[in-house]
C-alpha cells in the first residue's frame, strides 16, 4: 500500500515537472523581426554617467521626430538622466537598430498616477530617425473603435510572465479588443475611463507586461493603444488595459504644434 502511494506521489512529481510548458514571451507571445512592427521602439534611460542606458518601455513612431509612449514611462525621471530612443531594433540591450536622444518630452497634464488616467507622454527626439520602408516607419492613428473581438497585436521586450523577467529578442501577441462595459465589470465601476481601451483572452495566457508599457497595440495596422496597466499579467478573466489613443489624437497634434513651434 505504501509503495503504491510512493509510485503515485513519485509520477505526479515527474508528470508535474514534464507538463509543466515553458513559459513562452511578452506574455504567450513568439519572436518577431521588427520589419512586422517597423513602428516599434524602446525607450532607454541612462541614470547616471557610468551606466549603460537600459531598455524602460515601449513607444511608437509617430512622425520621423516625435515617439507616442506612456506617462507611467517619463515618472520619476532625474533631470539628469538621459532617454534615448532606438528604432529599428531586434535586441533588447545590443547595438543594432539606430539610436537617438530624445530632446525634449511631455507628459499628459491629465495624467493620473492613482487612476492611470490619461496615460500618454510625447518624445520629441534631437534628429530625425531615418524613416524607410522596411523597419523604421511611422503609424497612423486608428480614427474609430475597434468592434469587440478584434484581433489587436500587442508588441515588446517586457517580461515573459507575471513573476518572470524580461525578453532579450522583440515579441508579439495577438489577443482580442473587449468592450469598455464589460472590463469596467471585471475592474470595477470607474475604472474603465473613455480615454482606456482593453484587450486580452479570456482564458488568460497573452498579454503585456512589465517592460512592454508605453508599446503599441495596433488594429489593422493602425495605433489604437499603449500598454498601461492590468491585474498582474495574463491572467485569466483580466483583460490588459491600454490606454486609447484616439481620444488623445487632438491633444497629441496640437502639442506637436505647439513644441514645433515654440
Ligand atoms: N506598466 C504596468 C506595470 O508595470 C504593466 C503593463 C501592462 N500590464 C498588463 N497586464 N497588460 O505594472
Not at 517619463?74 to 532606438?86: A, E, G, P, T
Not at 530624445?102 to 534631437?126: C, M, P, R
Not at 496597466?229 to 489613443?245: D, F, H, I, L, S
Request: a negative charge.
Amino acid at each position: 500500500m505504501l509503495k503504491n502511494l510512493c509510485i503515485f506521489v513519485l509520477l505526479t512529481v515527474l508528470y508535474c515537472t514534464c507538463a509543466t510548458p515553458i513559459q513562452p514571451r511578452i506574455v504567450g507571445g513568439q519572436i518577431v523581426d521588427i520589419s512586422k512592427h517597423p513602428y516599434f521602439a524602446s525607450v532607454r534611460i541612462k541614470s547616471c554617467s557610468s551606466c549603460p542606458y537600459i531598455h524602460k518601455c515601449g513607444a511608437s513612431i509617430y512622425s520621423d521626430k516625435v515617439l507616442i509612449t506612456a506617462a507611467q514611462c517619463l515618472m520619476n525621471l532625474d533631470s539628469k538622466w538621459r532617454i534615448m530612443v532606438v528604432a529599428g531594433a531586434n535586441s533588447r540591450s545590443g547595438a543594432d537598430g539606430v539610436q537617438i536622444p530624445v530632446e525634449k518630452n511631455v507628459t499628459h497634464s491629465g495624467y493620473n498616477f492613482w487612476t492611470i488616467d490619461n496615460d500618454i507622454a510625447l518624445l520629441f527626439l534631437q534628429d530625425g530617425l531615418p524613416l524607410n520602408e522596411i523597419d523604421i516607419k511611422t503609424i497612423s492613428i486608428a480614427d474609430k473603435m475597434p468592434l469587440p473581438g478584434k484581433s489587436a497585436t500587442v508588441s515588446g521586450w517586457g517580461w515573459d510572465a507575471e513573476d518572470g523577467g524580461p525578453t532579450y529578442f522583440l515579441h508579439d501577441a495577438v489577443v482580442s479588443i473587449v468592450d469598455n462595459a464589460s472590463c469596467e465589470k471585471i475592474y470595477g465601476a470607474g475604472e474603465i475611463t473613455n480615454n482606456m481601451i482593453c484587450a486580452g483572452l479570456k482564458k488568460g495566457g497573452k498579454d503585456g507586461c512589465q517592460e512592454d508599457t508605453g508599446g503599441p497595440l495596433v488594429v489593422d495596422n493602425n495605433l489604437v493603444g499603449l500598454v498601461s496597466w492590468g491585474r498582474g499579467c495574463a491572467r485569466e478573466g483580466y483583460p490588459g488595459v491600454y490606454t486609447y489613443v484616439p481620444s488623445h489624437k487632438e491633444w497629441i497634434d496640437k502639442k506637436i504644434i505647439e513644441i514645433e513651434m515654440s
